[in-house]
């Protein structure tokens, strides 16, 4: 069974526009929610987390929108630039446990 | 610190050969992990020690993939004998007990089975 279901698989956007990532989980003992950015020919790295107690966290241009009862997150980026073009990753998982990854989303802003 | 370090960066082999990537983990990481990334199947977690004890490989395709992890700064993922659908990027992460800010990943191993 898929953990994490992730949703578009790729994303164009207009340079300036919101691009908007969305995933769903299964397990609702889940305590922690990463999103994980991808540059061609390297590793992902953590972009930005949150925990289920809060329903939102922004950081710069990257905002996490959480929905507890609906078990699903979304990662949304204000004023995509061009170099925003990446691969992202959700995950779900219970802290020093593993984390379950989504299937990724390619994201490509035109500027 | 020099984060998570793979190696090789590229490898080519040929159907059948013996192929190990190698994985040194940050320094007093406890926890690492190796994952597989494909087109179609995304990351998928293969293997994850903690203190250098394996706790889940129920990743692991078959049995010709073997991963050991005789200290904790380091760790090697053998494939014996490598088919050409092993062919992927190989990733290898480490990260703490009760470190909220998840994992970090090496550069990979970008491995092509001939």
């Known amino acids: 069974q898929q953990q994490v279901k992730q949703s578009p698989q790729s994303l164009i956007v207009q340079k300036g526009g919101i691009s908007i990532i969305n995933c769903a989980y299964e397990?609702?003992?889940?305590?922690?929610f990463p999103w994980y950015q991808q540059f061609p020919g390297k590793g992902p790295a953590l972009l930005i987390a949150i925990r289920p107690d809060v329903s939102e966290k922004k950081e710069g241009r990257f905002t996490i929108s959480f929905n507890k009862s609906a078990k699903q997150f979304s990662l949304h980026i204000m004023d995509s630039q061009p170099g925003d073009s990446a691969t992202y990753f959700c995950a779900a998982g219970l802290t020093g446990n593993q984390f379950y990854f989504g299937t990724g989303t390619s994201l490509t802003v035109i500027p | 610190d020099a984060g998570v370090i793979q190696s090789p960066r590229h490898e080519v082999t040929e159907m059948g050969q013996e192929v190990t990537l190698r994985c040194k983990p940050i320094?007093?990481?406890?926890?690492l992990f190796w994952y597989r990334q494909t087109m179609m199947r995304g990351l998928e977690l293969l293997i994850y020690?903690?203190?250098?004890?394996?706790?889940?490989d129920s990743g692991m395709p078959e049995d010709r993939f073997s991963a050991k992890m005789p200290n904790a700064s380091f760790s090697t993922l053998k494939i014996q004998p490598s088919e050409p659908r092993d062919s992927a990027v190989y990733f290898c992460a480490s990260r703490s007990t009760g470190d909220y800010y998840g994992y970090t990943f090496g550069s990979g191993t970008r491995l092509t089975v001939v």
């Open positions: 320094s007093g990481h406890d926890y």
């Open positions: 397990n609702t003992a889940f305590d922690y």
């Open positions: 020690f903690n203190n250098n004890v394996p706790i889940d």
